[in-house]
Nanobody, 129 residues
Framework: QVQLVESGGGSVQAGGSLRLSCAAS????????MGWFRQAPGKERRFVAR????????YYADSVKGRFTISRDDAKNMVFLQMNSLKPEDTALYYC??????????????????????WGQGIQVTVSS
């Protein structure tokens, strides 16, 4: 049984930092690209960042470029999201996700939730002004 478990969320003031972690089990971690999505109240789930294992390619939403960094530790089956210079609009439920396809010729597919095979339960991040 595949499980993705997020941790590290919480409340922070604008300008602060948080580091989210996601522990994966029940899958061959190196075979999966890992991503983060977020969902604010009343809004659809949106792509945040993605990191493939093959080539270590990263991909970010424009709204987080330069502020967020995705990384992974394949020895520990974990993926991380370092979030700096947080803004109130970053407030959302953050989800970790795993995609069995490492590469798409159309990069838009990296940002699409239905391309991902497994999901965590989500963790709340709240940024106050």
């Amino acid at each position: 049984q595949v499980q993705l478990v997020e941790s590290g969320g919480g409340s922070v003031q604008a300008g602060g930092s948080l580091r989210l972690s996601c522990a994966a089990s029940g899958l061959t971690f190196g075979n999966y690209a890992m991503g983060w999505f977020r969902q604010a109240p009343g809004k659809e789930r949106r792509f945040v960042a993605r990191l493939s294992w093959y080539g270590g390619n990263t991909y970010y939403a424009d709204s987080v470029k330069g502020r967020f960094t995705i990384s992974r530790d394949d020895a520990k089956n974990m993926v991380f999201l370092q979030m700096n210079s947080l803004k109130p609009e970053d407030t959302a439920l953050y989800y970790c996700a795993a995609d069995g396809n490492q590469y798409y010729s159309n990069s838009y597919r990296y940002t699409v939730a239905y391309e991902y095979d497994y999901w965590g339960q989500g963790i709340q991040v709240t940024v106050s002004s």
